[in-house]
């Protein structure tokens, strides 16, 4: 009686602190009825013999004489459990460095100036130039042939009547000696002769002076007709230059606006890939996101997976048995009483809570059981 006793009172305590296991010992279907309450407390002050199974005998964190209270971790895989909340926190940080990572989009496409369109053509200067030319050149070939007859025809009668007077003075002097005139008569004739040549010199001098003066006056209408047609030429090659640079012009400007053109197109491509820059960044910071969130869940889960023993009593820890391995497995019983260590004689020393976070509760979602596992049986004197 006392023994089942003790064992229900093992079971009460255990049940306060093994809320969350995940093995239940089992249960009677029916309440057992206690009528005797001395017995009860009694159990209270027998000791407590849990069995514990665990992966690794160093997960056992107490040792003989050591104080415990309700609550306290007796087996944890501290190791593997600080290694996966390290990587926990690690993972934190990568997901708030990745959340404030700024990714800035691509600035909207920079339109380029216009381009201003061309003039209309204008050749109205060369053209005014060339019929001025036209008319210069008109007007002197105008005046050199109405000039023409007049300058290339000289007047030469006056030399002609002198230079007839001359021979017939030359012949009537010729008549005089073959008559023999008297010499006095013949000296008068002479002087006369003489006169009149000088005045046929004067007469031939005049009409050469008057015919160079002609031609000088032709060849100079000539030359002005020769400067009004190369006037006209030049009007006419500025005409032509016009209507080249023109070309030029048309051709630069249909060059500027394909360059421009190209500047757009080449705009919109490097704006198109900085997009899809955008884009696929950000979709790498998606997936990161989605990637890291997994391995935080799969983290999560490992820690939710780890087993935690507690003590379902507070005491002192009076014996732990040898180390039993069976398939991988390790297995030991624990003595839990609740004498004081000075009244038992023993040595003691108080244990630390878990070196968690969560330093003396259960994380949440923890699992007590089944590994490492624990086994409830009541010490018999």
């Known amino acids: 009686m006392l023994k089942s006793l003790s064992l229900i009172g093992a079971l009460l305590f255990g049940g306060l602190a093994l809320a969350p296991e995940t093995k239940k010992l089992p249960v009677p279907s029916a309440p057992v009825p206690i009528s005797v309450p001395s ?31 309700t609550g306290d971790v007796l087996a944890d895989n501290t190791q593997e459990r600080d290694r996966l909340m390290v990587q926990q926190k690690t993972i934190s940080l990568q997901i708030n460095r990745l959340k404030n990572k700024q990714i800035f989009a691509p ?40 000039r023409s007859p007049w300058l290339n025809e000289s007047d030469d009668s006056v030399y002609k009547q002198a230079q007839s007077k001359v021979d017939e003075q030359i012949q009537m002097l010729k008549s005089m000696k073959d008559l023999q005139m008297q010499p ?24 050469s002076q008057a015919k160079g003066k ?13 400067l009004a047609e190369s006037e006209l030429q030049q009007k006419q090659a500025a005409l032509a230059a016009a209507h080249s640079q023109r070309q030029l012009q048309e051709f630069q400007a249909s060059a500027d606006v394909n360059k421009q053109v190209q ?110 596992t624990i086994k409830e049986t009541d010490e018999s004197d």
């Open 39 to 69: 017995p009860v407390h009694k159990s209270k002050d027998r000791p407590l013999r849990l069995s514990i199974t665990v992966n690794d005998p160093s997960f056992l964190r107490v040792g003989v004489g050591d104080t415990i209270k």
């Open 107 to 146: 600035l909207p496409i920079r339109k380029l100036p216009l381009i201003k369109p061309l003039p209309a053509a204008n050749y109205s200067q060369e053209i005014a130039a060339i019929s001025q030319a036209e008319l210069r050149l008109q007007q002197a070939k105008s005046v050199l042939a109405s």
């Open 184 to 207: 006095e008569v013949s000296q008068h004739e002479e002087a006369v002769l003489k006169q009149l040549q000088h005045i046929s010199d004067k007469a031939k001098e005049d009409l």
């Open 214 to 226: 002609q031609l000088q006056e032709l060849q100079q209408l000539q030359i002005n007709v020769q």
């Open 263 to 372: 500047q757009e197109e080449q705009i919109a491509l490097e704006h198109s890939r900085q997009m899809s820059l955008y884009y696929q960044q950000q979709r790498d910071k998606d997936y990161q996101l989605a990637e890291l969130g997994i391995r935080q869940h799969q983290v999560e889960d490992k820690l939710a997976d780890l087993p935690m023993v507690r003590s379902p009593r507070s005491g002192f820890i009076k014996r732990i048995k040898p180390w039993v391995g069976k398939d991988g497995k390790y297995t030991t019983t624990l003595t839990i009483s609740s004498f004081s260590p000075a009244d038992s004689g023993t040595n003691s020393r108080s244990i630390p809570r878990w070196s968690g976070t969560n330093q003396g509760k259960v994380q949440a979602g923890t699992k007590l059981f089944p590994s490492p």
